[in-house]
Nanobody, 128 residues
């Protein structure tokens, strides 16, 4: 069973930066897609950034140019997923979740229901 553990959340002022990390364990199965979602109370979970096969990256329009996702794979035994968040805004405040899936191809990488593995989340708070 793949397990995901997030870290790196915290509080920062508007314009600041944070780096989130997610470590996967419990492989196999190998996960081809890994990404970050965020959620605020009362709203649906929102896809933020995903890295797929061949390290192809996908970003929500709201974070393009500010967030950078990257992944390190260690012989398919562990992955470290990183989200570098720069120029943070108060609207970025949310609980951030790491997700992973073994699918070979995803036509729509931001469909949360298609991801089998989820972390517990880490809180990001941006003050104005």
């Amino acid at each position: 069973q793949v397990q995901l553990a997030e870290s790196g959340g915290g509080s920062v002022e508007s314009g600041g930066s944070l780096t989130l990390s997610c470590v996967s364990s419990g492989h196999p199965p190998h996960v081809n897609y890994m990404g970050w979602w965020r959620q605020v109370p009362g709203k649906e979970r929102e896809g933020v950034a995903v890295v797929g096969r061949g390290d192809r990256t996908y970003y929500a329009d709201s974070v393009k140019g500010r967030f950078t996702i990257s992944r390190q794979n260690f012989n398919n035994l562990k992955n470290i997923l990183t989200l570098q968040m720069d120029n943070l805004k108060p609207e970025d405040t949310a609980m951030y979740y790491c997700a992973a899936d073994s699918a070979q191809n995803k036509r729509y990488p931001f469909v949360a229901a298609d991801y089998d593995y989820w972390g517990q989340g880490t809180q990001v708070t941006v003050s104005s």
